[in-house]
């Protein structure tokens, strides 16, 4: 296959990765300034850290789609390491919408104080596409899973 079919696409995480990245050093701490002056610690700072929490598996996850890309290019994409690749994508999915949702109370304080039903649905809509994510690449994971062990089987017969 050839490497400029998936260059695209690797294109387009790399600049996720970027714009996560960028939001994490410049956009939250102007966010925090700015939330520090209506709410108390107790209410904004839990939900802060919660976000950087949940930046750790997003990047991880963006690593590893980055991997299985290059398992693609080199016509490795039937193969163990993308199955791994998919399972830790599958893990970091569920920690990012298990972080979200341990961060939501803080959430919905925030949004109960401004009567702001969109702060409450932008952590669901996290949530639930975390949760899609999570059960897309536990689908791909089993495919692939099954197309392995059909491609040994076919190796093995003469």
């Known amino acids: 296959m050839k490497q400029g079919s998936t260059l ?7 600049l996720i990765g970027l714009a996560a990245l960028a939001m994490c050093i410049f956009g939250l701490p102007g966010i925090a300034n700015e ?21 750790m598996p997003f990047f991880i996850a963006l690593y590893q ?12 994409a039937f193969s163990w390491k993308s ?9 970091c999915a569920m920690a990012i919408s298990l972080l979200i949702a341990a961060g939501m109370p803080s959430l919905m304080i925030m ?4 009567d702001a039903p969109g702060l409450a649905g932008l952590g ?3 949530i639930f596409a ?7 690449a536990a689908v791909l994971e089993k495919l ?15």
């Open 8 to 14: 695209f696409l690797k294109g387009v995480v790399v």
């Open 35 to 55: 939330i520090a002056e209506d709410y108390s610690m107790l209410v904004y700072l839990p939900l802060l850290i919660v976000v950087y929490a949940a930046a």
């Open 65 to 76: 789609a980055l991997l299985l890309l290059g398992y693609i290019d080199k016509n490795r």
């Open 83 to 91: 199955v791994k690749a998919l399972r830790v994508i599958k893990f």
């Open 111 to 114: 949004a109960q104080k401004d």
């Open 124 to 126: 669901m809509v996290i």
């Open 130 to 136: 975390s949760v899609v994510i999570a059960f897309f």
């Open 144 to 158: 692939l899973r099954n197309a392995i062990a059909i491609k040994s089987e076919n190796d093995l017969t003469i």
